[in-house]
Antibody, heavy 123, light 108 residues
Framework: QVQLVQSGSELKKPGASVKVSCKASGYTLTNHAMNWVRQAPGQGLEWMGWINTHTGHPTYAQGFTGRFVFSLDTSVNTAYLQISSLKADDSAIYYC????????????????WGQGTLVTVSS | EIVLTQSPGTLSLSPGDRAALSCRASQSVGSSQLAWYQQKPGQPPRLLIYGASIRATGIPDRFSGSGSGTDFTLTISRLEPEDFAVYHCHQYSHSPRSFGQGTKLEIK
């Protein structure tokens, strides 16, 4: 079945970097766009942007430019989120979420979602 | 940017009750490109409804979605114990994609 499996929880110090992986199984990564969504503790969902898995071109939402990088390794069917210069308010659960269809020409719902990766930034 | 406002913030009901959750958009959501997700503690969101009214695979028919334009509703016809969770709406017609702040459905 289609599944996204993310890497485990991370504890980082302020100023460090973190790289979260999202391994796709049950389908070919390049057939569907991949989104990244943040959920701060006790808060709602915030769309960070998406990556065109066919071209590798990322699009970042406002507030997620500069320190955030989406990337791919298609040889292992995996998407990545890297965050640099971590701050305390980056502490959150980060989800990858696949576009529901492979239609690149229209908006898509998100399905499935990875299980989430908790990133904690603390000195 | 389309802002989605969900109401109520918290809904207290009993098993067997009918639940109606609202999602209002700050501008029209084109082609009914609105989805609903259920999220339980410690779990990722799960797709319930897309296209405003289409149930995702495996979702029980007690869940239904309706609405268009700026006003959307998720209805759960008869609450089961496992339905108590947080529900999020999501518009995917405009970029940036956006979510509502969530409605918590709790047991009364």
């Amino acid at each position: 079945q289609v599944q996204l499996v993310q890497s485990g929880s991370e504890l980082k110090k302020p100023g460090a970097s973190v790289k979260v992986s999202c391994k796709a199984s049950g389908y070919t990564l390049t057939n569907h766009a991949m989104n990244w969504v943040r959920q701060a503790p006790g808060q709602g969902l915030e769309w960070m942007g998406w990556i065109n898995t066919h071209t590798g071109h990322p699009t970042y939402a406002q507030g997620f430019t500069g320190r955030f990088v989406f990337s791919l390794d298609t040889s292992v069917n995996t998407a990545y989120l890297q965050i640099s210069s971590l701050k305390a308010d980056d502490s959150a659960i980060y989800y990858c979420a696949r576009d529901g269809t492979g239609d690149w020409n229209t908006g898509n719902w998100f399905d499935p979602w990875g299980q989430g990766t908790l990133v904690t930034v603390s000195s | 940017e389309i802002v989605l406002t969900q109401s109520p913030g918290t809904l207290s009901l009993s098993p067997g009750d009918r639940a109606a959750l609202s999602c209002r958009a700050s501008q029209s959501v084109g082609s009914s490109q609105l989805a609903w997700y259920q999220q339980k503690p410690g779990q990722p969101p799960r797709l319930l409804i897309y296209g405003a009214s289409i149930r995702a695979t495996g979702i029980p028919d007690r869940f239904s979605g309706s609405g268009s334009g700026t006003d959307f509703t998720l209805t759960i016809s008869r609450l089961e114990p496992e339905d108590f969770a947080v529900y999020h709406c999501h518009q995917y017609s405009h970029s940036p994609r956006s979510f509502g702040q969530g409605t918590k459905l709790e047991i009364k």
